[in-house]
């Protein structure tokens, strides 16, 4: 299976400042069609996950262009520039290039 | 507009088979995949298995000998079957459909005597 490892944030994050949070695949997720098969989610509290990015870097229907993501085949980067309160959660990776889709293992992320 | 909604029994003795269906509107069973993906308490996402758009299901190895994914494409609904339940299976059970942009609200499952 390909193992995501997620990078803690030095939480709380000052409202209005900027925080990325990063993620690691075992495996180059970068496709020969060229895409890259990685997936943000923000999951609320109490709330089912929200697809934020996708193939990397497109950002989903409804998201803030607060919210952009880049990386490269196996190092992948969610940056959230000047965060708000409603930011609030616990941030996951997913890669959905090979069965089963694994997800890392979530950074919450706290504002001050 | 599309929906998934999940139903369950809440709670699930040990060694007993979970059931749960995943009701779907707004699209068809035999035009997108269906996933699940757990939550145990106070931990992270594992995805579960697939249901896929044709009929072919996939699993995670890690469940495989344990789970069985289903469906009625008449009723609009997709099944997750899962034996020889322990506590660590206790958590919030969710249904996704193929881009993972639509989820159900979840529903917690609870195994205990």
């Known amino acids: 299976d390909i193992v995501m490892t997620q990078g803690a944030l030095p939480n709380p994050v000052p409202s209005g400042e900027s925080a990325s949070i990063t993620c690691q695949s075992s495996?180059?997720?970068?496709?020969?069609?060229?895409?890259?098969?990685l997936n943000w989610y923000l999951q609320r509290p109490g709330q089912s996950p929200q697809l934020l990015i996708y193939?990397?870097?497109t950002r989903a229907s409804g998201v803030s262009d607060r919210f952009s993501g880049s990386g490269s085949g196996t190092d992948f980067t969610l940056k959230i520039s000047s965060v708000e309160a409603e930011d609030v959660g616990v941030y996951y990776c997913?890669?959905?290039?090979?069965?089963?889709?694994?997800f890392g293992s979530g950074t919450k992320l706290e504002i001050k | 507009q599309v929906q998934l909604t999940e139903s369950g029994p809440g709670l699930v003795h040990p060694s007993e088979t979970l059931s749960l269906t995943c009701t779907v509107s707004?699209?068809?069973?035999?035009?997108?995949?269906v996933y699940w993906v757990r939550q145990p308490s106070g931990k992270g996402l594992e995805w579960m298995g697939r249901?896929?758009?044709?009929?072919?299901?996939s699993y995670n190895s890690a469940l495989k000998s344990r789970l069985s994914i289903s469906r009625d494409t008449s009723k609009n609904q997709v099944f997750l079957k899962m034996n020889s339940l322990q506590t660590d299976d206790t958590g919030t059970y969710y249904c996704?459909?193929?881009?993972?942009?639509?989820w159900g609200q979840g529903t917690l499952v609870t195994v205990s005597s």
């Open positions: 996704t459909r193929d881009g993972f942009a639509y």
């Open positions: 707004g699209f068809s069973l035999t035009g997108y995949s």
């Open positions: 249901m896929r758009y044709n009929g072919d299901t």
């Open positions: 495996k180059s997720l970068l496709h020969s069609n060229g895409k890259t098969y």
């Open positions: 193939w990397m870097s």
């Open positions: 997913q890669q959905f290039l090979e069965y089963p889709f694994t």
